[in-house]
């Protein structure tokens, strides 16, 4: 009976603490203020050109591409975050 009482203890607490792990992690990353997520690409000069290409032909006002890699030996990508004033 009394395995049964530890065990039970036990994995309360693990619940609990992996609940707070979980509760405490940062969230994802959101859109910049303003701005609006229109594609995202593998190639960093593709990225700047659709940007660009947008700002002149005044689909948005200015643009920027953002890069990230999910992990040491992922591939990068290229994310094209808008913005109109």
Do not use: H, I, K
Request: contains cysteine.
């Amino acid at each position: 009976m009394r395995g049964r009482r530890w065990a039970t203890l036990v994995t309360a607490a693990a619940l609990a603490l992996g609940g707070l792990v979980g509760f405490s992690a940062t969230p994802a990353a959101a859109d910049p203020p303003g701005g609006t997520l229109r594609n995202v690409y593998s190639d960093g000069q593709f990225c700047n050109s659709y940007g660009s290409e947008g700002v002149q032909t005044g689909l948005w006002s200015w643009y920027y591409c953002e890069y990230r890699q999910y992990g040491p030996n992922a591939p990068g990508f290229y994310f094209l975050w808008t913005f109109t004033y």
